[in-house]
Structure formats: C-alpha cells, structure tokens
C-alpha cells in the first residue's frame, strides 16, 4: 500500500494548497509552443449566435495577445523563507493566451504550526490548475477553468487576504481557507467584470469577492479532494452619451474536484464547476433591445475527467475529456422598465477530447506533444450552428 501511495502522489502531484512550512524555492520554466489547427470555421461570426471559432475553445480562442502559430511562454514560481514564521510567495505566468500576469505575490505569517495568514495579490487556489506545476503533462490543460478566457475572473488571484488552517485527523490531513479579495485595488484587473461586458467604454466602480476552499487528503490513499466558493459582487457605468447606465452584477461559482491514483503509475482526476452570472443594466437613455436596460442570467457548467500514466521517469501521458456548457437567458425592458421583451435562451455546448506525451531529456529540457479534439453547438429556440476542430501542438521548454 505505502509503494501505491507514493507511486499515486508522485503521478498525480497533490495539490497541497495551503502548505504552512513553505521551503525557500523557486522554479521557471520557458519555451515556445508550435500549433497546427484546422477549424471548421476560421472566425466568429457577428452578432456571434451561429458557428463559432472561439467556442471551440482552441489555442486561438479570445488570445490576449495576437494569436501566432508559434509563440513563447514563461512562468516563474516560488517562495522565500524570512524567518521560521514569514514567508513570500510568488506565480507569474506570460503567454498568448493571458498576457502578463501576475497570479501572486503575497507574504505569508504563520500564526502557528496549524494556522497562518497570507496579504498581497493572493491566490483564490479555487481550482486545480496544472498551471505552475513543474512536471505540468498539458500544453493546454484538459479543464476549461484553467485556460479559456471565460474564466479568467475565477482563477488566479487578485489583491486580498487569507486565513488558512491545517489540521490532521487519523488517516486525514484537513486544509482550510477563507478569503476576501479587491481586484480594482492598485489598478491590478480595472476591466474584470466577470465575461459581460456591455460596451467598451464600460467603466466597473466596485469589485468585492468573498470565498473559501476546503482541501482533504487521505494520507493512506492519497485520495485528495476539493470543494471551492467564490462570490463575486460588482457594478459598473455606462458613459456613452446614447447609454449612460448603471450596471450591477453577481457570481457565485462553486468547484469541487477528486484524484487518485490507481496504480503506482496510473491517477485519475475528476473536477466540477458550475457558476451563476446574474446581472442587470439600467438606463434612462437607452431604448428597448439596446445593450442596456436588461436583466441577464448566464450559467456556467464544466466538468473533465483526466487520466495520467507515468510511463517512467522521463515519459508521462495524460489523457482527458471535458465538457463545458454556457446557458444565457436575457430580459430587454424599454426605458420606463415597464415593458420588456424576453430574448430567446441562447446555449453553447463544447467538448474536447486531448492527449498529451511529455518527455523529459535531462538537464532541465522538455518537451510535450499535444493534439485535441473539439466539437461545439450553439443556437436557441429550435435554431442550431455547430463547428468543430482539432489542434496538433509541439512544447519546446526549459525548466530551472
């Protein structure tokens, strides 16, 4: 049993979310990622309610940057020791997909060997992300959490402070955390408004999370699970002349996910997310089936199943398939708000399929091949789009 749980931590990388005794590390990674795609449909269409490019949720989809074929990427991770009881902390990833971005760069104080605290740019730690993990199996993670723009406001981190705890119960080592977080603080994330935004000169005024993770692992099995909250409340303004509206909104995502390992080589991981964005826009300017003047619901629903095999030391496969949903219904009100119009519901459906090889030469050098699969629906009250695609990619890094 001792050879299955180590075998099992050592393929599946246990998350360990809220280590009290961080070690003074750090670790970088850097290289070029080459992609081959071949989509059914080379671009979004406009107002976007038929076949879609971006749903696909290929590497080129909703990109920060321009998307290119071939593009780099660094991230940088670690934590510094100061004394027995502080610590700092920081991620930083830069990429097509995200830009530059700073997920963390907090001090950590630790109260006691149990409990500690942590103020900064704090990570939510809501998901399960292969992100900074050294030994990450994905060019493009198989969880649609971690890499599609849709959920950029829910991963990461943001200005804020944390209590955690820890405690071990028999078999079990029990992690808490609780959480409040400012992203319009320092001028870290001034645009973030969930994925709604009604215009471009949209101006958000208030941005407040609240939330808590709660992390479990078998020390026996290594079975590891989490349950994740994060609520979100914001408002925002209209400025332009035809508009000049008000704007409020909130979220509320809940995850919860469980891996394992099944042999000393094999693991599985299963993850959940659902998310409700609920927002409402009101103007005295604009007129009925205007992008103000409304009531908008969109709800969110992914899951992924993940199969890792270590094949040796050098050589790890991951296999994956996801499933990601979005559900918009929307009310349109004329200025009064005494008369509104119901738009029909809108779905989007996406699912992937993806395979990845990681090979290890030695002396920090790596390299992942990676192909995916993508097939996606949309369309509303009896009318249906459908596209689909696939992505063939090559990861040349370095880590050190």
């Excluded at 215009?199 to 609240?210: A, C, I, M, P």
Aim: hydrophobic share 35%; aromatic share 10%; net charge neutral.
């Amino acid at each position: 049993m001792q050879s299955l749980v180590i075998g099992g931590i050592c393929a599946f990388n246990s998350v360990q979310a809220f280590d009290l005794s961080p070690h003074t590390k750090w670790s970088y990674q850097m290289g070029v990622d080459s992609w081959q795609l071949n989509p059914s449909i080379s671009k979004d269409s406009n107002p976007g309610f038929s076949e879609e490019n971006t749903n696909l949720l290929l590497p080129n989809a909703a990109t920060t940057w321009d998307y290119k074929d071939i593009s780099p990427f660094a991230t940088v991770t670690g934590t510094t020791q100061f004394t027995s009881n502080t610590s700092f902390a920081l991620s930083a990833r830069a990429d097509q997909t995200v830009g530059m971005r700073l997920d963390e760069a907090s001090f950590q104080y630790n109260l006691s060997p149990s409990l500690g605290a942590r103020v900064g740019v704090v990570n939510y730690k809501t998901s399960w992300c292969r992100t900074y993990e050294p030994n990450n199996g994905w060019m493009r993670e198989i969880e649609a959490i971690c890499v599609t723009p849709q959920f950029r406001d829910v991963t990461g981190g943001a200005p804020g402070a944390q209590i955690f705890a820890s405690n071990t119960l028999g078999d079990y080592l029990l992690q808490g955390q609780v959480g409040i977080y400012r992203p319009l603080e320092f001028n870290y994330a001034p645009k973030e408004y969930g994925n709604l935004i009604p215009s471009k000169g949209f101006e958000v005024k208030s941005n407040r999370k609240v939330g808590f993770n709660i992390n479990v692992l078998n020390l026996q099995t290594a079975v590891e699970m989490r349950l994740s909250y994060l609520r979100a409340n914001q408002s925002g303004y209209l400025p332009e002349s035809n508009l000049k509206g008000d704007s409020r909104q909130t979220s509320d995502l809940w995850y919860w996910a469980i891996g394992s390992p099944i042999t000393p080589q094999t693991s599985i991981r299963v993850t959940q997310l659902l998310q409700s964005q609920k927002s409402d826009c009101t103007s005295e300017i604009a007129a009925m089936g205007s992008a103000c003047n409304l009531d908008l619901e969109l709800l969110k629903n992914s899951t992924a199943i993940e199969l890792a095999y270590r094949i040796n030391g050098a050589n790890l496969l991951s296999l994956g398939i996801s499933r990601t949903k979005f559900d918009l219904s929307q009310d349109f009100y004329n200025p009064a708000r005494d008369q509104h119009t119901k738009a029909r519901p809108f779905y989007i459906n996406t699912q992937q399929v993806a395979a990845a090889w990681r090979h290890d030469w030695g002396q920090g050098l790596f390299s992942i091949v990676q192909i995916i699969q993508s097939n996606q629906k949309n369309g509303s009250n009896g009318l249906s789009f459908a596209s689909h695609g696939n992505a063939v990619g090559l990861r040349v890094g370095y880590q050190f």
